[in-house]
């Protein structure tokens, strides 16, 4: 089966730099997504790492390691509106497509003035 | 209208009722997707839509059951539903065929709270 286990909560102040870990344990799947979900709102999709190592888009980056069953997201210059909730997903190999997402139960971040 | 809606956005149903959510996506893509959302769990898949065809049933209940009329349209029905199907319902649409299917377009959720 699948697992992903990423911190309940994080709570820094704007204009910092957090970073959001995602651990996994799977036997293999396609690439790591994450999607932002602010309250009442719908998940969006922010990044996806085929393959190892980082991909930057702008103030976010995200980064995979699959020897060591391992991502993170890192969000750079936090701002009030970056205060959501982030969730990672794979796309496992067993699964037969990279639609099929599993989701973490997400980490509520909180940026304080 | 734009992205992808989902109506209602809050629906209260009695175990015995019968109801369905109903979404649309005006991406043009080709694949669609239920998802439950429970506090404090990972979103759950439901099913699965791919160029119309049922493609994954996680081990849904019975008591749900998808439809999908077209690429744009996508139902979930609902009978004898228990208090603990109570959650946020999100669809989804993504494009198959390009290598970005785990790039998905959320809904903004239908908050089902059964009495």
């Known amino acids: 089966g699948q697992s992903l286990e990423q911190p309940s909560e994080v709570t820094a102040v704007e204009g910092a730099i957090v970073q959001i870990n995602c651990t996994y344990q799977?036997?293999?799947?396609?690439?790591l997504s994450w999607y932002q979900q602010h309250d009442g709102g719908a998940p969006t999709f922010l990044s996806y790492?085929?393959?190892?190592g980082l991909e930057e888009t702008g103030r976010f980056s995200s980064f995979l390691s699959r020897s060591d069953s391992y991502g993170y997201l890192l969000l750079q210059e936090l701002q009030m509106k970056d205060s959501a909730s982030y969730f990672c997903?794979?796309?496992?190999?067993?699964?037969?497509?990279?639609?099929?997402?599993?989701f973490g139960s997400g980490t509520q971040l909180t940026v304080l003035p | 209208e734009t992205g992808v809606t989902q109506t209602p956005r809050h629906l209260v149903m009695g175990m015995t009722n019968k109801k369905s959510l109903k979404c649309e996506q005006h991406?043009?893509?080709?694949?669609m997707y239920w998802y439950k959302q429970s506090a404090k769990k990972p979103l759950e898949l439901m099913f699965v839509?791919?160029?119309?065809?049922?493609?994954e049933n996680n081990s849904v209940p019975s008591r749900f059951s998808p439809e999908c009329p077209n690429s744009s349209h996508l139902f979930l029905h609902l009978h004898t539903l228990q208090p603990e199907d109570s959650a946020l319902y999100l669809c989804?649409?993504?494009?198959?065929?390009?290598?970005?299917?785990?790039?998905?377009?959320f809904g903004p959720g239908t908050r089902l709270t059964v009495t």
């Open positions: 839509y791919s160029l119309e065809e049922r493609v």
């Open positions: 790492n085929a393959l190892d």
């Open positions: 997903a794979v796309s496992p190999f067993s699964s037969g497509s990279a639609r099929q997402l599993t």
């Open positions: 991406l043009g893509h080709n694949a």
């Open positions: 989804a649409s993504s494009q198959e065929g390009t290598g970005l299917s785990y790039e998905q377009y």
């Open positions: 799977t036997s293999g799947f396609y690439g």
